[in-house]
């Protein structure tokens, strides 16, 4: 089955510093790629829609500048947090669309623990 | 605004009971919906995904209903096994390739 990849599984930064997480898609490509942000016992939240070669699509109240998403190729796209504060500390999901259309399955990465000091 | 809720919050069965999970959801326009499995601190993974056009699902000893008129959703667990223990997640595909998920339903067999 289609298989994505996240990378790391869990990092740990010191405050200020800014921290990479790469999602890529292994078997498909994947024009659309989603971000997602899950606090303990807590749901997905959206973060940002991210589009191949276009600008990401982010949700309201998340901050662009803070959470910058690349999309450079058909099978990655990363996820950099900025200036990371202990307040950034989460578990971080990606998930790739396989498919073009509305109707298409939802594969997820693996997640990122991130956590800031 | 579409909102996803998943009853109950927690289960606790013992081995070999068959379960119900529900999911409804309030705006009957979607695309689709997915049933995933979490385990603790992991990604999550594809159970069964329902199209709207579709009244079921069935996968091993899982299937899951969909009632778009109503907004609802049950998977049903078969013969339950310690290793189903896991947060089991609804996700409904709504406009935008948006996928709004519920908060989940954390299932616990006893052996």
């Known amino acids: 089955g289609a298989v994505v990849s996240q990378h790391p599984s869990w990092v740990i930064c010191k405050s200020g510093t800014s921290v990479k997480i790469e999602c890529r898609s292994l078997?498909?490509?994947?024009?659309?790629m989603f971000w997602y942000r899950q606090f303990p016992k807590q749901s997905l939240m959206l973060m940002a829609t991210?589009?191949?070669?276009?600008?990401?699509?982010?949700e309201q109240g998340v901050e662009k500048d803070k959470f910058l998403i690349n999309h450079a190729s058909l099978t990655l796209s990363t996820l950099t947090v900025t200036s990371a504060h202990p307040e950034d500390s989460s578990f971080y999901i990606c998930?790739?669309?396989?498919?073009?259309?509305?109707?298409?399955?939802?594969?997820f990465g693996n997640g990122t623990r991130l956590t800031v000091t | 605004k579409q909102e996803v809720t998943q009853i109950p919050a927690a289960l606790s069965v013992p081995e070999g009971e068959n379960l119900v999970l529900n999911c409804s959801f309030t705006d009957s326009a979607i695309y689709n919906l997915q049933w995933f499995r979490q385990d603790p601190g992991k990604g999550l993974t594809s159970l069964l995904l329902?199209?709207?056009?579709?009244r079921e699902q069935t996968s091993g000893r899982l299937n899951a209903s969909l009632d778009k008129s109503s907004g609802r959703s049950t998977l049903y667990i078969a013969a339950s096994q310690p290793g189903d223990s896991a947060t089991y997640l609804c996700?409904?595909?709504?406009?935008?390739?948006?996928?709004?998920f519920g908060a989940g339903t954390r299932l616990f067999v006893k052996a």
């Open positions: 329902i199209q709207s056009s579709q």
């Open positions: 078997d498909f490509q994947a024009t659309t």
């Open positions: 996700a409904v595909a709504a406009g935008g390739f948006k996928t709004i």
């Open positions: 991210s589009n191949e070669g276009s600008k990401a699509t982010y």
């Open positions: 998930s790739a669309l396989e498919g073009l259309s509305y109707n298409s399955p939802l594969h």
